[in-house]
Nanobody, 125 residues
Framework: QVQLVESGGGLVQPGGSLRLSCAASGRTFSSYRMGWFRQAPGKERDFIAAIDWSGGSTYYADSVKGRFTISRDSAKNTVYLQMNSLNPEDTAVYYC??????????????????WGRGTQVSASS
């Protein structure tokens, strides 16, 4: 069993930055692919970014490419999402997720096995 806890959300002005953290429990965290998703009110949960078990392979949604960076520190059982140049369209609840199955990075939220409770990110003046 894996438990995921997100932190680092908040309110920033457009153009600002935030770094989200996702702390994981469980011995096998280092073998899981990790992803970040977001969900705005009245919308579906959308894929943002994912990273493989080694940290050597990452994948991003076009909407955040060049602005967001995903990374992981397996020694700390933590995954990060650095978010720069935030704009009002980035406002959503951000979720961390873990994919325990073998294979390539996937973007379908239904493929992920474990989820955190989310953290609110708001970009507004």
């Amino acid at each position: 069993q894996v438990q995921l806890v997100e932190s680092g959300g908040g309110l920033v002005q457009p153009g600002g930055s935030l770094r989200l953290s996702c702390a994981a429990s469980g011995r096998t965290f280092s073998s899981y692919r990790m992803g970040w998703f977001r969900q705005a009110p009245g919308k579906e949960r959308d894929f943002i970014a994912a990273i493989d078990w080694s940290g050597g392979s990452t994948y991003y949604a076009d909407s955040v490419k060049g602005r967001f960076t995903i990374s992981r520190d397996s020694a700390k059982n933590t995954v990060y999402l650095q978010m720069n140049s935030l704009n009002p369209e980035d406002t959503a609840v951000y979720y961390c997720a873990a994919d325990a199955k073998k294979g390539v990075i996937v973007t379908d939220p239904l493929r992920y096995d474990y989820w955190g409770r989310g953290t609110q990110v708001s970009a507004s003046s």
